[in-house]
């Protein structure tokens, strides 16, 4: 059973940063892909950032490119996500995927797995 745990979430003044961390367990594979997506509240859910584990591969949506950044540990099978310059519009909870089954990696449909969430609340 794959489990992730999302951390790092919080309140935080616009142009701030945070980072956002989730540790699996259950993985076996020795690849996999695992993202962030987020929902404001009245939003549908949205992809924001994919990795792949080997060769490293990531994916951004456009809202976030310049300003957020994925890495991974695979040693540790964990996923940070380092979000910068943040705004009111970053607002949301975020959660943690694993084990991408179709092929858009921005279609919720698509992952097998989900954390439980973590809010970010970018306000002044």
């Known amino acids: 059973q794959v489990q992730l745990v999302e951390s790092g979430g919080g309140s935080v003044q616009p142009g701030g940063s945070l980072r956002l961390s989730c540790a699996a367990s259950?993985?076996?594979?020795?690849?996999?892909?695992m993202g962030w997506f987020r929902q404001a509240p009245g939003k549908e859910r949205e992809g924001v950032s994919a990795?792949?584990?080997?060769?490293?591969?990531?994916a951004y949506t456009d809202s976030v490119k310049g300003r957020f950044t994925i890495s991974g540990d695979n040693a540790k099978y964990t996923v940070y996500l380092q979000m910068n310059s943040l705004e009111p519009a970053d607002t949301a909870v975020y959660y943690c995927?694993?084990?991408?089954?179709?092929?858009?990696?921005?279609?919720?449909?698509?992952?097998?797995?989900w954390g439980q969430g973590t809010q970010v609340t970018v306000s002044s």
């Open positions: 995927t694993a084990v991408l089954r179709g092929s858009a990696w921005n279609d919720s449909d698509s992952w097998g797995y």
């Open positions: 259950g993985l076996t594979a020795d690849y996999y892909v």
């Open positions: 990795i792949s584990t080997k060769p490293g591969d990531t």
